[in-house]
């Protein structure tokens, strides 16, 4: 293991994407690429300070004893060699359904499996809609019948054919422009959409989190307080940073027929601004959760899941604001030295199976 005593990273690939392991110790710890293309793990430094230690992925069941659901995981993750927030995400639904995380987490890697089904059909719907509305068709027979109807098909198809013939486009290319912008675009939905797609829930979500947060560290004397409002400030910048991202997305879909013409043009824009909304609110969805698991306790729990948010809590790069939000957390330390402190009973070298278990409920009412 190396230490990196002053991390702070400057974008978020060097940030590295959340993993959900149920190992205490490595719980929301962050896997990058290294300088060599090979996957590395940032584990939160074990003692008193924001450094990290950094393990290369193949010797992390060496370095830390993990759960059975954590070594798959942690093979699945080393199979697909990929780093982002969606292929962490692909591996840690797949490991939760194999039931090595109990039943809870089981259900809800079925369920969010299923939810993305049914944004993927929605979404395609909603895009064909906006498609033919653009210019100056109309979809509403579609949905009498169904979309995913024999008679539904056709008539989509031939819809499509004359919309194509009105953009200029090839009708091929016409499927494939939504096609592709239905991907890019499925875990984001849109404005208008009956039911908010996963991003827009966990945008929502964390608003909710950063005003819980505000309110406790506000109503709070104890020593946990200004650790509380350093992270309902870390929620609240990316919540805004979050809300100018999805607004500009929002935008280019308001001009749907600009947005089909200009295609080649405007793909790059859709990509980035929907991968840096992914990578935004990459780790808080368990955050939401265990403060939201923490206020049905006593206060003392409460201080403590403070500090469990504050060791793994999702700073934004250098790169993506004027603030140094690493450097606030130095600072913080600095004055909070007695209360700011990692777990020293997981620096023993075995489980803490209460903690496995609290993790794993959690783990089981994700979605």
């Not at 403590?304 to 793994?312: C, K």
Request: hydrophobic share 45%; proline share 4%.
């Amino acid at each position: 293991m190396r230490s990196l005593t002053n991390y702070a990273p400057s974008t978020f690939e060097e940030r590295g994407a959340a993993v959900a392991f149920t190992t205490p110790v490595l719980a929301q710890t962050r896997v990058r690429k290294d300088s060599r293309d090979q996957l590395e793990v940032m584990v939160p430094n074990l003692s008193e300070g924001r450094g990290v230690y950094v393990v290369p992925w193949k010797s992390l069941p060496l370095a830390f004893p993990m759960t059975v659901h954590d070594r798959m995981l942690h093979d699945l993750i080393a199979k697909a060699d990929g780093c982002s927030p969606d292929d962490i995400r692909k591996a840690v639904l797949e490991a939760a359904r194999c039931g090595l995380a109990g039943g809870g987490a089981v259900a809800a890697a079925e369920a969010a499996l299923s939810d993305d089904d049914d944004q993927r059909l929605l979404i395609n719907y909603q895009l064909i809609v906006e498609a033919l509305k653009a210019v100056g068709l109309e979809s509403t027979e579609i949905l009498r019948v169904g979309l995913t109807s024999a008679e539904g098909q056709k008539l989509t198809r031939d819809l499509m054919m004359k919309a194509a013939q009105r953009l200029a486009l090839e009708p091929t290319e016409l499927y494939g422009r939504i096609a592709e912008l239905a991907v890019l675009m499925e875990s984001i939905g849109l404005a208008a959409s009956p039911k908010p797609a996963r991003l827009r829930r966990l945008m929502r979500d964390l608003q909710g989190f950063r005003d819980s947060m505000t309110d406790w560290a506000t109503d709070n004397v104890s020593e946990a307080a200004p650790i509380g409002g350093f992270c309902a400030e870390v929620a609240e910048h990316t919540v805004n940073h979050a809300r100018n991202v999805i607004g500009q997305l929002d935008q280019a879909m308001a001009s749907f027929e600009v947005l089909l013409r200009q295609w080649e043009t405007k793909r790059p824009q859709i990509r980035k601004a929907s991968s840096r909304l992914s990578w935004l609110l990459d780790g808080w969805e368990y955050l939401i959760l265990l403060w939201s698991d923490a206020l049905t306790q006593d206060r003392y729990s409460q201080d403590m899941a403070v500090h469990d948010i504050f060791r793994v809590i999702p700073l934004l790069p250098r790169d993506e604001g004027r603030i140094d939000q690493s450097l606030m957390a130095d600072k913080l330390i600095t004055t909070q030295k007695r209360s700011v402190r990692a777990y020293v009973d997981w620096r023993s070298g075995q489980l803490d199976v209460d903690l496995v278990m609290r993790i794993e409920t959690l783990k089981g009412k994700a979605a």
